[in-house]
């Protein structure tokens, strides 16, 4: 069966300083991976999607970067945190397939930017 | 895009009584849609999912249906519990958006005893 594994669960960080989350898919080959960000326990904003190694599309401007080093593996990074960098963040993967299909979700990042 | 909102930001039930989420979508090319609940601390799990050639679907206690026409779907939830207490999320994708769902804002749900 498929796992999607998430860390850290919570984090504290200053201003400034830099970022890295990393998330990871077992079970399954070629997923489409995402980053979304959730403010205040609402909402879910799409931040990048990958449909393959190297393969990064962003959905927003922002001051995050993403990666895909391998083919179950995604990282989410920043230089410099901002305040507003603040929020929920949450890995995801769907199969490759040619219609759409749900996303299974990690269980979230807490990251607190001071 | 995709556009996705619901109409009511809470919902209190009593137990035992049924719970209807509603969800409104602006995307005509969207033709997959799904359901998410998310307890706090915690990732959205999937409830429940409808493709668009369909206009209703059931699964345990829950069922989805889709109005193509008005562009808007509902989760029912029968016999509400407490451990059904929880944000509850719609989603869509397609057209442009294949392969990235756009959620709506959520509506949580508290069911007393």
């Known amino acids: 069966s498929q796992t999607i594994h998430q860390w850290p669960a919570t984090l504290v960080q200053p201003v400034g300083s830099p970022l890295s989350l990393e998330c990871t898919v077992e079970?399954?080959?070629?997923?489409?991976l995402y980053w979304y960000r959730q403010a205040a326990g609402r909402g879910l904003q799409l931040l990048f999607y990958?449909?393959?190694?190297?393969?990064i599309s962003s959905e927003v401007p922002q001051n995050l970067s993403a990666s895909r080093p391998q083919d179950r593996q995604f990282i989410l990074s920043s230089k410099k945190l901002l305040l507003s960098d603040s929020g929920f963040y949450l890995c995801a993967w769907a199969p490759m397939t040619t219609t759409n299909e749900k996303l299974f979700f990690g269980s979230g990042t807490q990251l607190s930017v001071l | 895009g995709e556009s996705v909102g619901l109409h009511l930001p809470t919902l209190s039930v009593q137990e035992g009584d049924n719970s209807i989420i509603n969800c409104a979508y602006s995307?005509?090319?969207?033709?997959?849609f799904i359901w998410y609940k998310q307890e706090s601390g915690k990732g959205p799990q999937f409830i429940i999912d409808i493709r668009s050639n369909m206009d209703k679907r059931q699964g345990q206690r829950v069922t989805v249906l889709l109005n193509k026409t008005v562009k808007h779907l509902s989760l029912q939830i029968a016999a509400t519990q407490p451990g059904d207490s929880a944000v509850y999320f719609c989603a869509g994708s397609g057209g442009t958006s294949y392969g990235k769902l756009t959620f709506g804002q959520g509506t949580i749900l508290t069911v007393h005893p």
């Open positions: 990958s449909v393959g190694i190297g393969q």
């Open positions: 995307n005509s090319a969207s033709d997959y």
């Open positions: 079970g399954t080959s070629n997923p489409n």
